[in-house]
């Protein structure tokens, strides 16, 4: 996972880093377009909605372990659309999601070639806002061939494209995947290419992408880089996300970020822009986007296909903060 590129110390040796105060962002709504929930619990839903979270997407990956057979796509894919989006809502939290054959499961080329045929089953459903999150990981051939067959059902289907950029080669691997997607005839303003760094966000940026950066411990990007990209590049065509997974990984990276960028001076327009704002305007070219769906109220005790997120006779929660539990 780990990116060959070093960079500074984010904290300087010594300094205990300032608790992150909720109070920071009050008034303040986000909209995290990379986090998959399914692998998250109840606790991380309330958390992000206390936050500010308002929308999020989930774009389909992998496992962490091989899947056996192309049931298990399906469960998963019918999940995203179905079961996943109701558990978000009951936390009033708005879930799309995107799908796709990641860059990893593309190596299983028998697997693949059925998921190709299972693809169009999910992509026009409803809440559906691109095909994603797909692209290149080890850079094989497998990898090439089934990146290049959703980029066509991307455009067949006018819907935007969540790339993932992969952690070894990462120059290579972005600028690879941009040449092929304007290669297959997609605009790059219908690209959103992800997991940026300091290396890759100048071409990105220039070619006419969209510029997503993962805010994620260790590996992927810290949020103090961030603040030095924005200010560098402004907020025109950059957007932030989690990528919370099944990782040591951070739901709460998009408020937290955004009250760094507040306490460094980052404006209120720009802050708004990269953790709200232009990932609504790129995936809202799937057509699928309604922002005054944003606010919905919360039923906890409502079903989906039968089953309530409440178990076993369990009531709604109200206060989380006692420390009775009813
Ligand atoms: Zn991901």
């Given at each position: 996972m780990c990116c060959s590129h070093s960079f500074e110390n984010e904290h300087q040796p010594g300094t205990v880093p300032e608790v992150f105060d909720i109070s920071a962002v009050k008034g303040m709504k986000f909209f995290d377009?990379?986090?998959?929930?399914?692998?998250?619990?109840t606790d991380d839903y309330q958390a992000m909605a206390d936050a500010g979270v308002v929308a999020l997407i989930e774009p389909a990956f992998w496992l962490g372990q091989p899947r056996t057979g192309l049931d298990s796509f399906r469960d998963y894919y019918s999940s995203l659309v179905g079961w996943e989006r109701f558990r978000s809502s009951q936390f009033g939290i708005k879930h799309y999601c995107t799908i796709g054959l990641n860059s990893r499961e593309a190596n299983n080329e028998a697997l693949a070639e059925q998921v190709m045929e299972l693809l169009p089953l999910f992509i026009y459903k409803e809440g559906v806002v691109g095909i994603g999150e797909i692209g290149f990981d080890d850079q094989t051939a497998a990898e090439d061939k089934y990146y290049r067959l959703q980029l066509d059902l991307a455009r067949e289907a006018a819907l935007p494209v969540q790339v993932h950029t992969p952690h070894r080669d990462k120059k290579r691997g972005t600028q690879r995947s941009m040449d092929i997607a304007i290669e297959h005839?997609?605009?790059?303003?219908s690209v959103i290419i992800d997991h940026n760094n300091e290396e890759t966000v100048k071409e990105v940026l220039d070619r006419g992408f969209w510029a997503a950066f993962t805010i994620y411990p260790f590996t992927k990007m810290g949020n103090q880089r961030m603040v030095e990209i924005v200010k560098q590049?402004?907020?025109?065509?950059i957007m932030i996300n989690s990528a919370a997974d099944w990782g040591i990984s951070d739901p709460l990276a998009v408020p937290k970020t955004a009250a760094l960028m507040q306490q460094q001076g980052i404006s209120a327009q720009d802050i708004e822009l990269v953790t709200y704002r232009n990932a609504i305007t790129a995936f809202a070219q799937s057509g699928?986007?309604?922002?005054?769906?944003?606010t919905s109220t919360i039923d906890q005790s409502s079903k989906f296909a039968g089953n309530s997120?409440?178990?076993?006779g369990q009531q709604p929660r109200i206060d989380k903060s006692s420390i009775i539990i009813s």
């Open positions: 377009p990379h986090v998959h929930m399914t692998s998250r619990t005839g997609l605009a790059p303003y590049y402004g907020s025109e065509r699928q986007i309604d922002e005054t769906e944003f997120i409440l178990r076993g």
